[in-house]
């Protein structure tokens, strides 16, 4: 915990470099401001998602429902009630996490597949609710007729709504906030005790440490940083649908982890450049671009399963 | 794993946005030169993949035909057309709009066009609307988008499910019954074609016995079809689209139940007769366009261009859309002599489409205050085979002209604001 190792920043670096200079860069490669914050939205969820997946080791196959909890807080917030960017963040990331903290208790007793699977059907109660509630959400078509507001301090005001660079930006000090939250909590003795349930969970529990109080820890906390990325994700659009809600969003999610590498850090949030770039670049040139994903993820889970950052990591413990 | 040494990384995160704002002062005046290429871009975000994809690629094959039209003839305002395609999918609008995101904010194109599912055309004629881009919806006929939510930019190709709905319901009415069962896809375009068919109905005396909401994408209906059966209407509305329409009807031949009762829906393509078995082509439909047209002038030219494209297939409803959608573009650019979208779409307000366009017999007009255009409607009934064509498998019996059935302008609820200039 003490001075300054190079080599163990030179990662955080290159990360921190790669996506403050993007705006600069990304028109020249053929990508668009757009995707970049699409990049970081769905690596903040992926990241999120990591908190519990990759370092708790619990997979969740439901948070898609939290993702979209956010982003339908944020849109109904700004529609229906006030029209403030800020406190549509803030009640849709409230949402999520209440939504959480209540489930949680009725599913940190499972454990593996069972756990998997109830997280799957909770999150369906809340798709179907989104489709079906065609009055208030919208149903099949979305919420649409909102958009995102530009942000009062009182002294200044930022301009979120048009330039796409200064979302980008803004979207950019969210995730900074959230990864350096996510990363302090993990260096804490809280994060250790994550680690050692993930590591030894019957081990974990003889040292006195409440296991179940733990995972419900753990997984609000994933939760609510989901549902702050599911917020971002709606601002972005200016649009939710309820597929944002739907069990195979979820399933993205995990992919997002496992190509990425869900023992690492950053992990995630290479997964989710891949996804999200591979999708973007794929279904534009065909319309089968779902089965090149299929077959990246497999070929991935084959020959890297520690996930991308996996393979340089080995190298650098060799 | 990460900053233990924030302090460090604060610093160097500060000097890094640093370069990064002034770098983008540098950067600002290249990309506006960028933008200004010879080349003028229509964007197309529409389903190839899914329940609409058939519908999707005869809107291209129209759409490319138009483009090389153009381009033979000097292009628009002298600059070459280049048409540039996107998959929406079938039925997730948060693709369709990141598409059209990805077309207007990197491909910086000038026109858009999308969707076939009304949803997903809502979804993209707002985006359109935030970026002020000129764009034409070609085949998604919920009535709020040229209604209650349209916009200035916004042009609408096809009907609105009111106009289709009062096409038909009169002719229901007299002359099958006046006991209704609605099979309504549940999204945007079902409730509103449902309720189209179900308000016109109700002005000749037609009432609903009841209705099922089927989800986008339904292969099984069997359990809507008793609940219709148990109802014991006069006559069955079927208003699924795509591959669900190719099922419902299937499903509804192998129950029988067209011995029973009238099959009938305000909207069917000739895509979905294509693909039935030739006893499950029945029932009274509402086409918006047909290829047999003998009368009409420019009609058998199109048919004959477009069989050369698509390996000797007749076009559809949704060939012509395509082909009109783009048409409008250029219609709007040479109207306006400008890309400017203001002034593109002032210009074509109350416009008239040349015959060679509309390819109707009434001809064709978009209504000033609403851009939505107004057409023939074609009433008739499916065949199970065309006697000289095998692509023939319907029979127009009226053609209704859509200034007669269509709603009012107030009645649309369709209030534009223009942007200030």
Known sequence: MSGFDLRKQAPNAAVWLILLSMPLWIDAVGGYTQLGTQVVVMGLAAMSLNFLLGYTGVLSFGHAAYFGLGAYGVGMTIRYLVPSTGLGLLVGTGVGALAAAIIGPMIVRLRGVYFAMVTIAFAQVFYFIAFRWNSVTGGDDGLTNWTREPINFGFATLHIEKDPVTFYYFVLAIFAVAVALMALLLQSPFGRTLIAIRENERRTRFLGINVNFHIWMSWVISCTFMALSGSLYALLNNFVDPRTLYWTQSGVFVIMCVLGGMRSFWGPLVGAAIYVVLQDYLSSATPNWMSFIGLVFVVAVLFFPRGVLGIFRRKSTE | ?421
């Open chain 2, 1 to 421: 794993m990460t900053g233990n040494n924030s302090g460090n990384i604060n610093r160097r995160r500060l000097l890094q946005a640093g370069a990064v704002i002034g770098g983008a002062q540098l950067a600002a005046p290249y990309l506006q030169v960028a933008r200004a290429s010879d080349v003028v871009k229509i964007g197309m975000d529409n389903p190839l993949t899914g329940t609409y994809a058939a519908l999707g690629k005869n809107e291209q094959i129209g759409a490319k035909y138009a483009v090389e039209q153009l381009n033979a003839k000097g292009g628009i305002l002298g600059r070459e057309v280049e048409l540039l395609v996107e998959d929406s999918t079938s039925g997730d609008a948060g693709v369709a709009v990141q598409k059209a995101r990805k077309l207007i904010d990197r491909d910086q194109v000038n026109f858009i066009l999308g969707n076939i599912n009304s949803s997903l055309a809502q979804a993209i004629a707002n985006v359109a609307n935030e970026k002020g881009v000129f764009n034409v919806d070609p085949g998604g006929h919920t009535d709020s988008i040229t209604g209650k939510n349209c916009h200035w930019n916004t042009f609408r190709v096809c009907n609105t499910t009111a106009t289709e709905g009062a096409a038909i319901a009169n002719v229901l009415v007299k002359n099958m019954g006046k006991k209704f069962y609605y099979l309504v896809p549940d999204y945007s375009f079902g409730h509103t074609l449902a309720a189209g068919v179900e308000n016109a109905a109700a002005k000749v005396g037609g009432i609903k016995v009841g209705e099922a909401l089927t989800p986008l994408g339904t292969t099984d209906f069997s359990s809507y079809l008793i609940k219709a059966q148990a109802a014991n209407p006069d006559v069955i509305i079927v208003l699924q689209q795509g591959d669900d329409g190719v099922n419902v009807l299937k499903q509804i031949v192998q129950f029988g139940l067209q011995k029973r009762f009238h099959i009938a829906g305000a909207q069917l393509e000739l895509e979905v007769l294509l693909g039935l078995p030739p006893d499950a082509r029945i029932g009274t439909w509402v086409f918006e366009w047909y290829y047999k047209q003998p009368n009409v002038p420019h009609v058998n030219e199109f048919v004959a261009a477009i069989r050369k494209r698509s390996g000797g297939h007749v076009p559809t409803a949704r060939t012509y859309f395509g082909h009109t959608a783009v048409m409008t573009c250029a219609l709007a650019a040479e109207q306006a002599k400008s890309l400017d979208a203001v002034k593109m779409a002032k210009a074509m307000q109350g416009f008239k489409l040349p015959p060679e366009i509309s390819l109707m017999p009434d001809g064709a007009f978009y209504r000033a205050g609403q851009n939505q255009m107004i057409g023939d409607l074609y009433v008739g009934h499916a065949q199970s085979h065309g006697k000289d064509d095998p692509e023939d498998l319907f029979v127009v019996e009226h053609v209704v002209n859509g200034k007669d059935v269509s709603p009012t302008l107030a009645e649309t609820e369709c209030h534009m604001t223009w942007p200030k200039v």
